[in-house]
């Protein structure tokens, strides 16, 4: 199911799932029919952007300028994606 | 549920050990005992009847929402009894649309209107399950394809147009699992996204027709092997979930993931609870908010949540178990009902002293005398001959009533 994420793709929440600002979580969580997922701050940071219109490379350079001194920044961003999107968390949306 | 921080476990800090109490993420309404089916699989208390006269108002449940978002719960479902015998769902759901809960409405989809749908939605319900009950009678219809399919097609259409996912919920016992391959074209057929196989639990009304419901060991083995098969098949299309029956497995399972750890339940009548059963326990007085009782203090004071929260309530074999955090236990509620002692091994867990009692119980149900005994129905002439202290024959081998 691992297919390669690319920077011209464009993902947004899977269907039925909701991401939100939980206050008595102080992070974000993603809820789903059987559950819910806390995210930490990065992939928090991550999912928040993924609106069906951004490309992930977009969502990278606006990633790098919110967070100018996070190393690494764009691996990590690839393995969020790749695992949010293994765990059917996110779907790509049609793109060019 | 993953990640969520609910399994804190007592934590040692640095100048005393100061215990984390958990969250009430899922808050679980059953806003009323009535329903119109007579499921003989029915989990609801068998004399569910004594608490169908004074269930919360439509405020109540507002207050309950409220006080609970402030705690932390999350996740919301709006069970029963059928649900929707009440008129005030629309209200309830918009109200946890506006706290910002996650919530889902279990029904049997009897008196789901386009009306109250489109309701819903505007509220902001975030999915609605659909139980599938009188199966056999469906799968009936299906195959010939009559009326009572042709409803559930119906209102499973109507669900999905509202841009819902369709999540279906068929209970399995000896009567539908030999059709299991029926019944996942069926769900196949309404277009289903999730499909949960729930094995029959034993409590309540199941628990009384135990011998009657429990599949064998040789049709349980079957009916995964097909489930496989299809899951195979239809790929990604749907998800299907298949929750083994812990009867027929060595370990228990971790009852409602601990008791006061995550799950919060409401009844029709106010009562809070850690499980569905627990008013089956012993010695036990559940806080009921009609008495004015506050979520917070129930929660996380109230002598009937703290007693079996964690592990310090156990005894041998499980408070030396290497395997305790796994199960913590098992059923506290199922324990009593069969073994007389609340605070034992689960008696499913092969380690359990009383571990025979499940292996009778499945004996029982080969042995086709008991199991042609008539099924007794869930209905409010049961309930009430039930809570009168008739059936005393039925009610006998357990510990309390059901
Ligand atoms: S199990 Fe059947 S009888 Fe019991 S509440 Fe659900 S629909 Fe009603
Ligand atoms: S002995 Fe107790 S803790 Fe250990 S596996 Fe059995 S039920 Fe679980």
Redesign the interface.
Known sequence: MSDKIRSEDVFGLARFYRFQWEEAQNGYVLLFPEGMVKLNGGAGEVVKRLDGAKTVGQIVDELKQAFPDALEIENDIYAMLELAHDKYWIERKTNA | ?????SNAKPMPSADATVKLIP?P?WLLAEVTYRCPLHCAFCYNPTDYVEHTQNELSTEQWISVLREARK??A??LGISGGEPLLRDDIEEIVAEAGRL?Y?S?LITSGVGLTEKRLAEFKRGGL??I?LSMHDITKEINNFITDTNTFDLKKKVAGMIKDYG??M?LNVVIHRYNIEHLGEILEMADAIGA??VELANTQYYGWSLLNRSQLMPTREQLVKAEAVTNEFRARVGSRMKI?FVVPDYYADRPKKCMNGWGEVFMIVTADGTVLPCHSARSLPNMEFPNIRNGASLEWTWNESPAFTKYRGDDWMKEPCRSCPEKEKDLGGCRCQTFLLTGDAEGADPVCSLSPHHDIILQAIEDAKNPLLASQPILFRNDKNSKLIAEGALKELVAPFHSLP
Request: aromatic letters at 22%.
């Open positions: 549920m993953t990640n969520t921080g969250k993420f705690m932390g999350l996740q910002g996650y889902n975030d999915h399950q819902y996912p999540v996204d999730y979930y």
